[in-house]
């Protein structure tokens, strides 16, 4: 599918965007190895988030889908998963991918898991090789760097680990396994990644330790099903934000949206690039905070983004790399290598596609720099399968001259699929 995007006048109204793709995985998966029914509302019903539902149901848990955001998870205990009779299949999503063995390793069950051809290229050993000092059997290729995955359930010990990349996706399997291993499992990273887990496993009653970047579980404790209102997606709302800002003579206001701090490092970002941004109406729902977000368009000027900022905004650096072709100045994004290893080598692809549209981009190693502001042209781009390169060549596409052409768009619903209905409803062309 091709999406076929002009450049704006400007955007202006008011919006939600979808359910948060990280909080929606973590409800399924928490609701699954809790006791009692957890109850489920402004979920995701995006690709990613129907994989784990899919991946949970063949698992042995029963998820009444009441409506399309709507689902009551009937949770069997943190030793009741079955053994599935069919390959785990996680289609794009890294987060099913990566947090699933956590669970399954301490499970009595035989399980295969499997993805899509991005993930059979996305490294898995960050979450084998600590899932095995805790004594999971784990098999897979390249030794177990790659799916396809198998499974054998066995008796898990606490361990001691730290991460050497800051990842809530391996935090987050360790600390479930945790729960289901004999003794404390403590866990540190080098920054602080986002912690919906821990919240969430707080709210299901956990006693996690935290100080700072360290975690400590004590297995054996069981959870209590719980109410999850799940927030807007900062990581969606964040392409309208920078839509608003880069579109002259735009207002947008975005309610509902999850605002936790280890996800706003893209609000503090925009605001040092001098964006007229607010936080309206700020709530705390389901332990986490949200808000409404008003955007007016600016004038930006260029910043550096490096160390404890990457984890807090690594999802939004594609659109945050489209504001600053439009910012005075050399912007340098450092840091930032995970990005080779996401759904796309997102600094390759957003290199190769932004130029095509004439940004001035430098592709480094570990993170990209740009000089702005550029004025853009009407191109075809390729979205590489990448549901965030597409969405970020999009909002490009509003001030560029012309008429851009996205090819393989369709990757859009990994996480946002009703992406364009909300573009064209705010957008004035
Ligand atoms: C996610 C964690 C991040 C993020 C991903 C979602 C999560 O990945 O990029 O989109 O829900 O835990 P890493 O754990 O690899 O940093």
Known sequence: MQLVVEKASSIKGKITVPGDKSISHRSVIIGSIADGITNITGFLPAEDCLSTVKCMELLGVYIERITETELKVHGVGLKGLKEPDDILYTGNSGTTTRILPGIISGQELFAVINGDASIRRRPMDRVVNPLRSMGAKIWGRY???FVPLAIKGSHLKGIKYDLPIASAQVKTSLLLAGLLADGVTEITEPFKSRDHTERMMTLFGADLEIKDNLYKIRGGQSLKASRIDVPGDISSAAFFMVAALIVKDSSLLIENVGVNETRTGIIDVLNKMNADIKLLNLEDVS?????TIEINSSQLKATTIEGNLIPRLIDEIPVIAVAATQAKGKTIIKDARELRVKESDRIAALSSELK???ADIEELEDGIIINGPA?????????????RIAMSLA??????????????AECISISYPSFKDTLYSVANW
């Open 395 to 408: 909002i490009a596409a509003l001030v560029a001259e012309g008429k851009t052409t996205i090819e393989d």
């Open 287 to 291: 332990n986490e905070p949200r808000a």
């Open 143 to 145: 030794g177990g760097r």
């Open 375 to 387: 004025i853009l042209k009407g191109a075809k781009v390729k979205s590489y399968g990448d549901h």
């Open 356 to 358: 095509k549209m004439g």
